[in-house]
């Protein structure tokens, strides 16, 4: 052979093996790619591959390296014997992020979330509690996703969720066709790259186009469990990213749907991580119990005798599973919709008046509200502080008793217009508005301004929406301060923690929290609260 014609056979193997490289390094980094979406990638890494049958000579010439699966065109992966040895290098290239994204720098337990994903073949549930920054993961997954050639649905379950999500990735995504589905909104990805969509409308419609690669990413997972979100979960997404504060549900529907199509859960942000990371504040939390009055406490006694008698009927001659409890509320439902005639329908609608009366009574408790009138002073101190109730009247009344104490708050729920919803939060933010009030309305998903102190006047039974209350106010304080959490139940109910209420919760709570838990007793006084309060906020 000539010393130019070996000179040409080195050439080619160099060019070869980098193109192997390359190969390697986009498979590492992103499983699951066809021919199209690998020489697009070999052409941002500046390689000259000028066709796809060059990328196929190279796959198919190194079965060592490259397998594939027998879809058309064929989906490639690392094969087994090649992985170990990517191992470093996709540790490596997951710390950069992907070139369409152009949001702040992640996190390191984004990155490790990302990364453990993408070895489960791009499909799990990432679970980091309330403000640790798990939207910035389903943007992550978005560019890379984007960068592949790849369609990009984010389900939301609520409109406000769609027009922040949507401000989100206008942002952080260097990419023009945006769009949004649902709420009036008509968009398809027909004609945009990345559509955010409310999954009361994806449900009804078939998102992707035909034969599209694509990447469902599915903001608050936990809600699709039920059967009529389920149907959004469409199959031609071969990518699939579930994102949750707390993957629970009361009812059958994670092992059902969720499960089933997303996978496991991967690497998240726990309040110990996200405490350790400085991404949360300290936090101390208190519980304040309350009596009821005697003309309540009768009301609540004939309510809770009934809705227990009427459970007790409703498993044992109508057929209701007894747990878990989410399940024996849906076959409550159903059989309320029949004929009242039937005596099951009669006892499920008895069963659920009896059942919303309580709840309604324990969270409209007049001495609760007394309760939170003496907070006023800790409010009046604090920068902004948020009050969870249960019912759009509890948050009503709230509002109103801190506003007759001398604090600027008001009411944020369902019922207000949208335009007076933002220019709430937008007083917040600015600190014109000391505290908001809600039900469940800043549960979920809403991007709600820093808040100091958080109280609870309904706690609810679920670990998941106490863990997204909390989120709310422990969010780094830029001096370095802890944040309150305080707990009001009432005693002998179904809310007292002495009667085992929150006990996951406050489990949770007590291995990360500054201090453990504290109940402050009958006897304590608006001094004694205020003084608890202080003392936290100059320990820092």
Request: glycine share 8%; aromatic share 8%.
């Amino acid at each position: 052979m000539s010393s130019y014609s070996s000179t040409v056979a080195a050439g080619d193997d160099v060019q070869r093996e980098l193109m192997w490289s390359a190969l390697q390094q986009l498979l590492a980094e992103q499983p699951g790619q066809n021919k199209r979406q690998l020489l697009a990638g070999l052409q941002r890494l500046g390689l000259p591959a000028s066709n796809t049958r060059q990328v196929n000579r190279a796959l198919y010439g190194s079965r060592a390296r490259f397998a594939h699966d027998d879809a058309t065109p064929p989906l490639w992966r690392l094969a087994t014997e090649a992985r170990d040895d990517w191992a470093a290098l996709l540790a490596a290239a997951v710390q950069l992020p992907p070139p369409s994204y152009g949001g702040n720098k992640p996190r390191a337990w984004q990155t490790e979330a990302l990364a453990e994903w993408r070895a489960q073949g791009r499909r799990g549930v990432v679970e980091a509690v309330t403000g640790t920054g798990k939207t910035a993961v389903g943007v992550l997954a978005a560019a890379a996703a984007l960068d592949a050639g790849e369609k990009v649905l984010v389900l939301v379950p609520s409109r406000e969720l769609l027009d922040q999500w949507y401000e989100v990735l206008q942002r952080d995504l260097r990419v023009d066709r945006v769009g949004r589905f649902g709420d009036g909104h008509k968009d398809t990805l027909y004609e945009h790259s990345v559509l955010v969509a409310t999954v009361q409308s994806a449900a009804k419609e078939w998102m992707l186009p035909p034969s599209t690669p694509g990447l469902l990413v599915a903001d608050e997972v936990h809600r699709y469990g039920a059967p009529k979100y389920a149907n959004a979960l469409e199959p031609g997404f071969g990518a699939r990213l579930g994102l949750t504060a707390t993957y629970e549900r009361k009812d059958h529907g994670i092992i059902a749907h969720l499960q089933p199509y997303f996978g496991s859960v991967v690497a998240g942000c726990t309040y110990e991580r996200g405490l350790t990371d400085e991404i949360l504040a300290p936090f101390r939390v208190g519980f304040l119990g309350v009596d009821f009055t005697p003309d309540e406490q009768e009301r609540h006694n004939e309510y809770d005798e009934r809705a227990r008698a009427l459970r007790r009927r409703l498993t044992s001659d109508h057929g209701c599973p007894e747990e878990p409890f989410g399940e024996f509320m849906s076959a409550v439902n159903r059989l309320r919709q029949g004929s009242y005639a039937d005596p099951s329908t009669r006892d499920a609608r008895s069963y659920l008046t009896a059942f919303s009366k309580r709840r309604q009574l324990l969270a409209e408790c007049r001495r609760k509200q007394e309760a939170l009138a003496s907070l006023a002073p800790i409010f009046a101190t604090a920068d902004r502080g948020l009050v969870f109730g249960e019912t759009k009247a509890s948050a009503e009344q709230a509002a109103a008793v801190l506003r007759a104490n001398g604090v600027q708050a008001e009411e944020f729920h369902s019922d207000l217009h949208a335009d007076a919803r933002k220019n709430r939060l937008a007083r917040f933010r600015e600190g014109q508005l000391k505290v908001l009030t809600a039900p469940r309305a800043l549960d979920e998903g809403i991007d709600v301004p820093q808040a100091e102190v958080g109280v609870i006047l309904a706690a609810s039974r679920s670990k998941r929406q106490m863990i997204q209350r909390m989120g709310r106010v422990i969010r780094p304080k830029k001096d370095g301060r802890p944040a309150a959490f305080i707990v009001l139940y009432v005693r002998g109910t179904g809310e007292d923690p002495g009667n085992g209420a929150h006990e996951d919760f406050i489990e949770e709570l007590t291995e990360v929290a500054r201090e453990e838990p504290l109940d402050f007793g009958r006897q304590a006084s608006v001094v004694d609260l205020f003084r608890w309060y202080s003392n936290g906020r100059r320990r820092r």
